[in-house]
């Protein structure tokens, strides 16, 4: 039940601005057990968009994640190429309207701003989650054997659409289990890397990285993280004790030394 996210803002492609929403995100998304396959960087340009939006449709991803483009200014253009990819139209959501009335206590006479009415604007088979940080909702939208799971930009408000709607969501559909290991090698990555991906062949279910950045500044050690994804807890556990196990053998029988957090 693969997942993906793009980020989209000019701003962002341009660094301009530095993308910690897609960092944040990822890690959130290895703690509760998703799989988050694709990350992706995308202007504010309406083809660019629809292109990059249905190559994940047409790569069957099950859940596709959006951050920004939900604003009041024109270049805010998320919820019209989604609309328009998923062939819907772009209408008032009435209950975000509603929503925005509440919360500035404002009577059903009073005029609604244009800059919060666009934001009240969604596709017609939108499923709308009110953001509980600020005025642009997450948007949910099903086409084909994809959802798209639209979120407001700002970080603070990213942050609190994520936690109320979407990470419950990927908790009870899209959850696997995934347990981690931290090991370290006395090699540079060169060296491990051909052994790395012995380990990946044998064990699919368990992913390597090394972090050539956190080797000790001696250059003696660096250290290598195992992460074991599956359905099954107790599965997760056996394939990275003995991808870890494997792991081992092959940094021994190089005639290097092998050490594991813990031991």
């Not at 962002?12 to 057990?33: E, F, K, M, P």
């Not at 017609?124 to 909702?137: C, F, R, S």
Request: charged share 25%.
């Amino acid at each position: 039940m693969a997942i993906e996210l793009f980020s989209i803002g000019t701003e962002l492609v341009l660094g301009q601005i530095q993308d910690t929403n897609a960092h944040w995100i990822a890690q959130q998304i290895l703690q509760i057990g998703g799989e988050l396959r694709r990350v992706t960087m995308l202007r504010d340009i309406r083809e660019e968009m629809s292109e990059a939006l249905n190559s994940a449709v047409e790569r069957e991803t099950s859940l596709i994640l959006t951050t920004g483009g939900l604003g009041p200014t024109p270049d805010d253009m998320t919820v019209e190429v989604i609309a328009s990819l998923t062939g819907t139209k772009p209408v008032v959501s009435e209950e975000t309207v509603a929503e925005f009335r509440k919360r500035r206590e404002m009577s059903e006479n009073d005029p609604i701003s244009e800059a919060l009415m666009k934001m009240a604007i969604v596709p017609e088979t939108a499923v709308v989650l009110q953001n509980p940080a600020g005025w642009a909702p997450c948007i949910s939208v099903a086409h084909k054997a994809s959802t798209f799971m639209m979120m407001p930009g700002p970080p603070r408000e990213m942050k609190a659409v994520f936690e109320t709607h979407i990470q419950p969501l990927i908790a009870e559909r899209y959850r696997s289990e995934i347990i981690t290991a931290r090991v370290h090698v006395s090699m540079f990555e060169a060296e491990v890397s051909p052994l790395m991906q012995k380990v990946m062949e044998r064990h699919p279910d368990v992913y390597l990285k090394a972090y050539v950045a956190l080797r000790k500044v001696d250059g003696d050690t660096m250290p290598v993280d195992l992460v074991s994804t599956s359905t099954d807890e107790a599965d997760a556990g056996t394939q990275l004790a003995l991808a870890t196990d494997y792991f081992r053998e092959l940094v021994v029988e190089a005639g290097k030394r092998f050490s594991i957090d813990d031991e």
